[in-house]
């Protein structure tokens, strides 16, 4: 089957193009370059990783509920609709929901690898264009995963949300080439990894557990390397360069909240657009969802000091401005353990169940003779 007949909705035409500006840099420069980027770029050649061996994609979902998680979380809880409907149609529910979630993060991670491949192509430094390379093979490596969940285990994908489209379309426009690290390291990973995490530590399925424990391992070591690079480059900005940058924070920012709703669901079931939009702004899990999901967000822009006086102001608006105090640093480590914990997990069981296969075998010879 086509993936195009699995689209919810129509998706439009199959190839977007979105005109770049910008020039491509070369270096002549093959110093060794900053320690700290190159030991990333290190860690990015290690742990390079093959989504077809290292997940276990045999495992079983059930459409109806992919993900297991509270039915508390769907916006339609707790409403007349969800009164109305039987199991089968909640069921239903939940899988568009999931699709839906799951099809931003596939769209994102898209824009992620072209957002990387344009880092590649666009910054001066060497030891960065290195880095760039290896998370370009992340990001291809997550669409494949998303992709393959989505067409293997739903059954189901919906076309890129409005927002996220918008917010890519700005950054890979600008011709600036500290931009796609603002827009796709800062904003929609950031934005992408909290939403992540929520799923990952309230899934009670084994697969998309799995997925995104793998996934985060590396989105870790990406939003390390866009805070190394705009630390250092933001130093060297004026407080005009600098608030222009805020200025596309703060848009960014809006255009992430307002991504979260998933209002497009609750219209396919023919909800209209203001009572769809109602019952998101009313729920009391998505409010709690949409403020964590910046808890990756803000810290990371004060980190590489983008906090003037109005980009505060826009944070106190959106209920987060508290965030920017988290630790970051200890949020990726976390990440990392998870998802190294998951694997020691799963190879031990794997060598229990072998060892146990080798003995019953050895049992099972020695009553034959």
């Not at 669409?143 to 379309?169: C, Q, T």
């Not at 909290?194 to 989105?219: C, H, N, S, W």
């Amino acid at each position: 089957m086509s993936i195009r007949e699995l689209y919810v909705q129509d998706p439009g035409d199959s190839l977007w193009t979105v005109p770049a500006s910008g020039a491509a840099r070369f270096t002549w420069e093959y110093d060794d370059g900053r320690d700290r980027l190159l030991a990333l770029y290190q860690k990015g050649k290690d742990k390079q990783w093959d989504a077809t061996t290292r997940i276990d994609w045999d495992l079983e979902v059930d459409p109806r509920d992919p993900l297991g998680t509270p039915d508390e979380s769907l916006a339609l809880y707790g409403t007349k609709y969800w009164d109305r409907m039987t199991e089968k149609d909640r069921g239903d529910l939940r899988q568009h929901f999931s699709a839906w979630q799951f099809s931003q993060f596939l769209h994102g991670e898209q824009g992620a690898m072209v957002c990387a491949a344009r880092i590649v192509e666009s910054v001066p430094d060497l030891d960065a264009k290195f880095y760039s390379a290896t998370q370009t093979m992340d990001e291809a490596r997550h669409a494949e995963i998303y992709g393959r969940f989505l067409k293997d285990k739903i059954g189901m994908l919906y076309p890129v949300n409005d927002n996220l489209k918008a917010l890519l379309d700005d950054t890979l426009a600008d011709s600036r080439w500290d931009m796609p690290y603002l827009g796709m390291q800062v904003l929609i990973e950031g934005l992408a990894l909290a939403a992540f995490g929520m799923i990952r530590d309230t899934t009670t399925k084994p697969l998309p557990k799995q997925i995104l424990a793998y996934v985060m391992q590396d989105e870790a070591r990406h939003v390390a390397f866009g805070r190394m690079a705009l630390r250092d480059y933001y130093r060297q900005l004026t407080d005009a360069e600098l608030r222009e940058r805020e200025e596309f924070v703060i848009e960014g920012c809006y255009l992430m909240r307002d991504r979260l709703r998933g209002t497009e669901v609750l219209e396919n079931y023919g909800i209209p657009v203001e009572e769809a939009a109602e019952f998101t702004e009313r729920s009391e899990f998505l409010q709690l969802f949409r403020k964590l999901l910046f808890s990756r967000i803000v810290p990371c822009v004060k980190d590489i000091g983008l906090w003037g006086e109005r980009l505060q102001r826009a944070y106190v608006d959106l209920g987060v401005l508290e965030l920017g105090d988290a630790n970051l640093d200890l949020l990726m480590a976390q990440d990392e353990e998870l998802a190294e914990h998951l694997d020691a997990e799963r190879f031990a069981a794997e060598e229990a169940a072998r060892t146990a296969e080798v003995a019953d075998a050895i049992a099972r010879g020695a009553a034959d003779d």
